[in-house]
């Protein structure tokens, strides 16, 4: 049993979470009620944040899976790269947009997860 990767799972999880909690509350419904927009860019928003709350969800399970298994350090990889992809894209987006990084706090989600997982791998 890897505890480092647990506690991944557990970040995971937290980070789900607060995406369809938070996000649902504060991204998904106003995109939902905006009007101007056609019915194919809200649904096809609406689509795409869904698939992110899937891949968060499962993200968090194969975590639990590497830690509880203890010898699936290939899937414990992929999915230490996607969370520092989610890191970096978040980042960059601020940066390219010149957006206001206390309304995109995204990233600040992946650090416990990234740094699980680092840790996991030298346990």
Partial sequence: MNNW??????????????????????VVAPLLSCKPLSNLSRFTNYYCWHMVSITLLLMSIAFAWCGWSGADKGLAVFLTILSLLFFLWNLALIGWKKLNSRYMLQWMLFLPVIASALLGFAA
Avoid at 5 to 26: E, Q
């Fill in 5 to 26: 990767f647990l506690a991944a799972a557990f970040f995971s999880l937290v980070t789900a979470l607060v995406h369809i909690i938070a996000g649902g509350r504060f």
